[in-house]
């Protein structure tokens, strides 16, 4: 069997449908519609229901799923085990949100270089959407981020809440604020940030990477929502100020992981990952609940 054929199959059970897939995979529509096909024939079975709605899986594009994880997942770990650099016995790649590389990740990647030193790292900044493709399809081993969407054979574990405050450049800076930047921390976010600002109108800037956000504010002047962990820093040193009388906000921090693996390196880089959540609720006094 082509492996490109189980790629694309993981990449139209995860978008949903076929353009999407083809999106993904910088592919025309008609090469994700070929390759299924020829799968299909492969297995003797249907794995999709075309429809107006998408490609739903059939039961036995359910009972391949599986299969196709693994066939991915094999040719994977086989690059990287015969890819390794000498004195490497093993790797492992991580992909998490930009805001979460701020402060938390490094501390586990410090972390991992100092009990496995012997662990090759592959590092990645990603969004929801790309992350949970990666793990479906194999190419990333644990995913951290905010908002993930459950998906057969994934495990979802909550590591933290973040607390979101408002930020300012000047401590009289007044709100509502025409400077005011939105970031997009997604869904969970948006609908509490519109319940308690229903009437506000429509920011003259928006963005999806809050490092962008953080840097307009800083030498441009205006505010916006971050974590607290990210902005502690800044507002003792004076750079940033909170601003008074506004409510915050928190965002769960999540880890995402295949449920099959079981692998030592992996068992061992989720458990440094939960350590590093625990100090992190310690230290901002948030408890998962």
Partial sequence: MDIEFARTFLAVAAAGNFVGAAQRLHVTQSTVSARIQALENQLGAILFRRGRGGA????????????????????????????????????????????????????????????????????????????????????????????????????????????????????????????????????EFHAQFTTRFPEMEPPAITANIGWLVMQQILHCGGSGYFPLRMTRELIEQGELWLVKNSPSFTLSAYMVYPLSRQEDILVSAMNSLRDLAAEERAAGAIPVR
């Fill in 56 to 187: 739903e899986l059939t039961p036995a594009g359910r009972r391949f799923l599986r299969h196709a994880k693994t066939l991915v997942q094999t040719l994977v770990q086989a690059r990287h085990d015969v890819g390794l650099p000498a004195g490497f016995r093993g790797s492992l790649t991580l992909s998490g949100r930009i805001a979460l590389w701020d402060g938390f990740l490094p501390r586990w990647v410090a972390q991992m270089r100092q009990t496995h030193a012997d662990i090759s790292l592959r590092l990645e900044v990603g969004f929801e959407e790309g992350i949970m493709q990666g793990l479906v399809q194999g190419t990333v081993d644990i995913g951290v981020m905010y908002t993930p969407e459950s998906r057969p054979g994934l495990g979802i574990e909550r590591l933290f809440e973040e607390v979101l405050v408002l930020v300012a450049s000047e401590p009289d800076r007044p709100w509502p604020d025409k400077g005011y930047i939105h970031m997009d921390w997604g869904p």
